[in-house]
Nanobody, 121 residues
Framework: QVQLVESGGGLVQPGGSLRLSCAAS????????VDWYRQAPGKAREKVAS???????NYADSVKGRFTISRDNAKNTVYLQMNSMKPEDTAVYYC???????????????WGQGTQVTVSS
């Protein structure tokens, strides 16, 4: 019924930038909170940023001042702009969204498949 797809990952040099996208599709009534997570090999999953349906944002200390989360006017895509990237940003990045649909009275949590980000010289 609902699918999230991340895109925009790839290889970037230290100090460079990438923009990730999380596109939601399906019978969506409303998208509420959207989070970006990342997980590096041997490391715990880390929430890096979140944005509410009202546009309020929060960031992990490790990315604050470098990353920016935003959502488009159609409210079906969320972005993560990553600047001044460091090797420690290397991870698989996942989006997570709380969504209601036209066919259910409940609000449920959805995950994307992830996109690889590698920061290396």
């Amino acid at each position: 019924q609902v699918q999230l797809v991340e895109s925009g990952g790839g290889l970037v040099q230290p100090g460079g930038s990438l923009r990730l996208s999380c596109a939601a599709s399906g019978s969506i009534f409303s998208i509420y909170v959207v989070d970006w997570y990342r997980q590096a090999p041997g490391k715990a999953r880390e929430k890096v940023a979140s944005i509410t349906d009202g546009g309020a944002t929060n960031y992990a200390d490790s990315v604050k001042g470098r990353f920016t989360i935003s959502r488009d006017n159609a409210k079906n895509t969320v972005y993560l702009q990553m600047n001044s990237m460091k090797p420690e940003d290397t991870a698989v990045y996942y989006c997570n969204a709380t969504i209601s649909t036209y066919y259910s009275d409940t609000i449920e949590d959805y995950w994307g498949q992830g996109t690889q980000v590698t920061v290396s010289s």
